[in-house]
């Protein structure tokens, strides 16, 4: 990530590039708040008329860059649309659409008035790259970003939240693009531990035999299709005096092949996305250990990986869970929800106040809601809490039902439950209701399907790239700061 830092609005302007806003007027493009400082720095050369000359609209997602032609001390300016109603979302989305076409340079001025907190987080998520499996390394990288800002407390806040924030959210990025013979249960455990020590929070990882003597019985079944062996991982952030207690629980597939129920080649492509729900949990505890939030954060995250093999777990199996429950095997390939349950089951012995499980859980969410929008089920109430604390931060989530005639369905005639139901009808919320069977009565939950959201397979758009996303990651600190004060 590179460096942010707030600068006062008046600085002489040094950088490579400097980024100004465009808003989409009635009667054509305006220069949004800010720009005035660049424009008085080009003398008597107009910005505006440059703009629409270069057909400029303001549109979200347009990107105009000006060359200064030695008119001023920066090269570049790099005009990005604000469209008609700039909120901080707009912000967000037209600095990561700005900063997405600069990873060439070195330095980088945003001379836009708007929250701090919108700006730095579009630039920090606008400018990431995954360049980890390229052999030649891009020659330059974007080091520092300044914003211009008064530097009160409440900007040099809004920039330490959004830095952390961005921080967590790239480091999921970062898992989910790794490729899945290289990031499998034992070494995603692996990275995960390295953080946790750096960043001072407790951390437990268990083996197969580990998971044996706590009967994870349906980790161990969906891992056993796999030379990789599974592993589930127990990271805390104890505050000194917490307010509340939030288990946090994602799923860990670090590749999803349908395993028996094998999946068709198309539908395989993007499953090494199959561990965003848990990479998505970890960095949101990360973020609140960094930002110190008052509020104890518990994480129970199953890892395994879903293969045929002689090993392999079957169809009509049944499996007994953590907690001793049965469920019957419906189909190998809706193995996210049997290592969720029994996570689920361990990180509801805690005794928490809130539960928030995430999850790529069902292309039947992708049916619902398209690629961007992150589904929400549980407990109407938590559940809405949750989508609000989302949207209000930036993310996408819709709070969808468990309609009560999906539970007897999944009725099984020879063990306490089955995984899937017959039909393909509501899938998503299919999902949602096995789920909800493992939830101790009375702690509200909610369980956010992201298989859209967390893995962009289509172009690059504000400040989200292709490829993993950090889905989640926002609306879930969002939420548990929400707990506080
Ligand atoms: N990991 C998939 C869900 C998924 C699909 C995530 C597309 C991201 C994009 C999950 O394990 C799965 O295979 N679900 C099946 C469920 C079915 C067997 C009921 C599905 O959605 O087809
Ligand atoms: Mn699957
Ligand atoms: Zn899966």
């Known amino acids: ?76 300016v790099v005009a990005t649309g604000l469209g008609t109603v700039v909120d901080d979302e707009a912000v967000r989305r037209a600095v990561g659409a ?57 900007d040099r806040d809004e920039l330490r939240r959004a830095i952390a924030v961005s921080d967590a959210v790239t480091f999921v990025r970062d898992l989910v693009n790794t490729p899945p013979n290289d990031l499998y249960p034992a ?67 670090t590749f999803d092949s349908g395993g028996l129920n094998i999946k068709p080649g198309a539908g395989m492509a993007s499953m090494k996305s199959d561990m965003g729900g848990a990479a998505a949990v970890v960095g949101a505890t990360l973020a609140c250990a960094a930002l110190k939030i008052p509020v104890e954060v518990i994480a129970t995250v199953p890892m395994a990986e879903n293969m045929p093999s002689g090993g392999a777990y079957r169809p009509s199996d049944v499996i007994t869970m953590r907690g001793g429950r049965t469920v019957e095997v419906s189909d190998t390939d809706a193995e996210g929800r049997l290592v969720l349950a029994d996570a689920i089951v361990r990180a509801c012995e805690d005794d928490p106040d809130y539960l928030i499980e995430t999850s790529t859980l069902t292309g039947a969410q992708l049916v619902a809601l398209g690629s961007r929008m992150i589904g929400a089920m549980g407990e109407d109430d938590w559940r809405d809490r949750v989508a609000a604390a989302g949207n ?69 758009f504000g400040y989200t790239p292709k490829g993993g996303t950090g889905a989640a990651v926002r609306t879930i600190v969002a939420a548990i700061s929400s707990l506080v004060g």
Do not use: C
């Open 98 to 154: 700005a900063l997405r076409g600069l990873g060439g340079k070195r330095t980088v001025h945003i001379a836009i008035d708007a929250s701090v907190s919108a700006l730095a987080e579009g630039a920090a998520l606008g400018a990431y790259s995954f360049t980890e499996y390229k052999s030649t390394p891009p020659p330059t990288r974007l080091r520092t970003v300044t914003i211009a800002a008064t530097n009160e407390k409440q």
């Open 392 to 460: 209000s931060v930036g993310e996408l989530v819709w709070s969808m039902p468990i309609p009560e005639e999906l539970r007897p369905a999944l009725d099984s005639p020879v063990a306490d439950i089955a995984s899937l139901t017959g039909d393909r009808w509501g899938g998503m919320l299919v999902g949602g209701a096995f789920l909800g069977d493992f939830v101790v009565d009375g702690i509200p939950w909610v369980h956010l399907d992201i298989a859209g959201p967390a893995f962009n397979t289509k172009k690059p």
């Open 1 to 76: 990530m590179p460096k942010l830092s707030l600068v006062a609005p008046s600085t002489t302007l040094t950088a490579d590039a400097v980024v100004i806003g465009v808003v989409q007027g009635a009667k054509g493009p305006e220069l949004a708040a800010g720009a005035e400082v660049v424009d008085d720095a080009l003398g008597d050369v107009s910005l505006l008329e440059a703009l629409d000359a270069a057909g400029a609209k303001g549109k979200p997602d347009e990107v105009t860059k000006i060359p200064t032609l030695g008119l001023a001390k920066f090269p570049l």
């Open 187 to 253: 070494t995603f455990a692996e990275r995960v531990e390295e953080r946790a020590t750096t960043n001072g929070l407790s951390i437990e990882v268990f083996d197969e035999r580990m998971l044996k003597r706590g009967k994870f019985g349906a980790i161990l079944a969906v891992g056993s299709g796999s030379a990789r062996p599974p592993r589930l991982v127990r990271l805390t952030h104890k505050p000194a005096k917490p307010v509340a207690r939030v288990a946090l629980v994602g799923k860990g597939i």
